[in-house]
């Protein structure tokens, strides 16, 4: 386990010293939830949603922060196979498993504290979290949304040599994965062919986890989500192991 904490330390520290990167990641979902939240809260009505359409979009925007944060961490491990740490680090005596768990802890924790920001700054806008049962289950589906796309992430990154071509893939893949959660609008007022999308992105089972603990209220039973995005969690993690295992340097 001192490889996996050497690893996590190593990504935490690297997160924590770059100031430009904290503050950008928030432009977009800061973005959303001003624009979308404030402009649509007095025409758009949502049944049940007691605190307004902006209350119901920001547990979508807290798991956008999250999503987006960890799956580009991916990014990390093909920085560090062009400058040549990968290299060193896969030569030393210890696990490959050991070395992706480092990664994907570290990414899932620096997202999960990008989504905590989020969190914080909604309360200034007028979010009211329920309990404190409330937040923690908020923040276990934060966890799972950080550990699953990390590793989703890490898994696609293992397979690339080019940062450039990473990033225009995972944003062909993240966008449509964000859109179709269900983040911005509610399922029960989809057509059915698109609630059928909707209910098989992953990312939905996260936000209506979010949206419960946040607000009490979901469209999807917090248990059944909750067993979904885990299952999800381990089947991507094992997937990610794997292909982190054939990697080449």
């Not at 979009?57 to 990390?76: A, D, E, N």
């Not at 909604?122 to 966890?143: D, Y």
């Not at 966008?175 to 029960?188: N, R, W």
């Amino acid at each position: 386990m001192d490889i996996v904490y050497t690893i996590w330390l190593r990504n935490m520290t690297r997160y924590l010293r770059s100031k430009s990167r904290i503050v950008g990641s928030l432009g977009m979902p800061l973005f959303f939830l001003v624009v979308l939240g404030f402009g649509l809260n007095s025409t758009v009505s949502i049944p049940g949603m007691g605190q307004g359409y902006i209350g119901f979009i920001i547990p979508g925007i807290i798991s956008m922060s999250v999503l987006f944060t960890s799956v580009f961490s991916g990014i990390q491990i093909i920085w560090d196979k062009q400058f040549g740490f990968l290299k060193e680090t896969l030569v030393a005596p210890v696990s490959r498993l050991e070395i992706m768990l480092g990664q994907t802890f570290g990414g899932a924790t620096s997202a999960v504290l990008q989504g905590l920001i989020i969190l914080v700054l909604s309360l200034f806008i007028g979010l009211k979290i329920t309990s404190v049962s409330g937040f923690l289950i908020a923040f276990a589906f934060m966890l799972l949304i950080g550990l699953s796309f990390t590793a989703f992430g890490i898994a696609i990154a293992s397979r690339m040599e080019d940062m450039q071509g990473f990033q225009l893939i995972i944003n062909f893949v993240i966008f449509p994965i964000f859109g179709l959660s269900g983040a911005l609008f509610p399922i029960d007022r989809l057509p059915s062919w698109m609630k059928v999308l909707t209910l098989l992105d992953p990312l939905t089972y996260g936000v209506e986890g979010i949206r419960y603990g946040l607000s009490g209220t979901s469209q999807i039973h917090p248990v059944f989500s909750f067993a979904v995005l885990t299952g999800f969690t381990v089947f991507i993690v094992v997937m990610g192991a794997y292909l982190f295992r054939k990697i080449n340097v």
